[in-house]
């Protein structure tokens, strides 16, 4: 069983659509990051958690350390929303665990 | 540009020989970590460094790893005698916020290093 979990592996919505993608993960964290990589393109962090909610235009993302649990949202998703978005986790020496990514598509 | 930037993006490297891998951070950038990612493996941190100040936190394989910051936004990967092992993607990762005041990272887009 890998360490961090992701699901849906692939997500297909039309434009508009409400989106969520959830983030398991076994270890003990100091951090959990969610990332975004566009076809191409560098990878860009999107929030670095510890606790609680963040909040960042229309994107949300949660986390709950005690069952272990992340979820990125995305409201009103637009077709430039269409990327893989990784959940990665940081344990206490900054080792990065990263899942295996989520493929976003945002048809118009 | 507006991001990071690693260069090669792919090396093949003789067992043995001595390599150096570059990353352009975001100017303002303070802090700027090296990882190594291999399948299977994950990413392990290989150097930090923190304004001005090179901090190396390699400590597996210790001795082999070090990273120079001639520029604030500007680092060198420098791996000695390169073994088998280090075949892997090395990425590069910057901030502007210190590190322990939690803040997101910008990713480089990583360089692929072989060793034959």
């Known amino acids: 069983k890998n360490e961090v979990e992701q699901s849906p592996q692939n997500l297909t919505a039309q434009e508009g659509e409400f989106i969520t993608i959830n983030c398991s993960y076994s270890?003990?964290?100091?951090?959990l990051h969610w990332l975004q990589q566009h076809p191409g393109g560098g990878i860009v962090s999107l929030f670095m958690?510890?606790?609680?909610?963040k909040k960042h235009g229309r994107l949300i993302a949660t986390i709950n350390i005690q069952e272990k649990h992340s979820s990125l949202h995305i409201t009103a998703s637009h077709p430039r929303d269409s990327a893989v978005y990784i959940c990665?986790?940081?344990?206490?020496?900054?080792?990065?665990?990263w899942g295996a990514g989520t493929k976003l598509i945002i048809k118009p | 540009g507006a991001g990071v930037s690693q260069s090669p993006r792919y090396k093949v490297a003789k067992r043995g020989r001595d390599v150096a891998l570059r990353c352009d951070s975001i100017?303002?950038?303070?802090?700027l970590y090296w990882y190594r990612q291999t399948l299977g493996q994950g990413s392990e941190v290989l150097t930090y460094?923190?304004?001005?100040?090179?901090?190396?936190k390699s400590g597996r394989p210790s001795g082999r790893f070090s990273a120079e910051r001639p520029e604030r936004s500007v680092s060198t990967l420098k791996i000695q005698r390169t073994e088998q092992g280090d075949s892997a993607v090395y990425l590069c990762?910057?901030?502007?916020?210190?590190?322990?005041?939690?803040?997101?990272?910008?990713f480089g887009s990583g360089t692929r290093l072989t060793v034959v």
């Open positions: 460094s923190q304004s001005d100040a090179q901090r190396d």
């Open positions: 270890v003990g964290i100091s951090a």
């Open positions: 100017s303002g950038h303070v802090t």
């Open positions: 990762a910057s901030s502007f916020i210190p590190k322990d005041s939690y803040y997101g990272y910008t």
């Open positions: 958690l510890s606790s609680g909610k």
């Open positions: 990665a986790v940081m344990d206490s020496n900054y080792q990065l665990i």
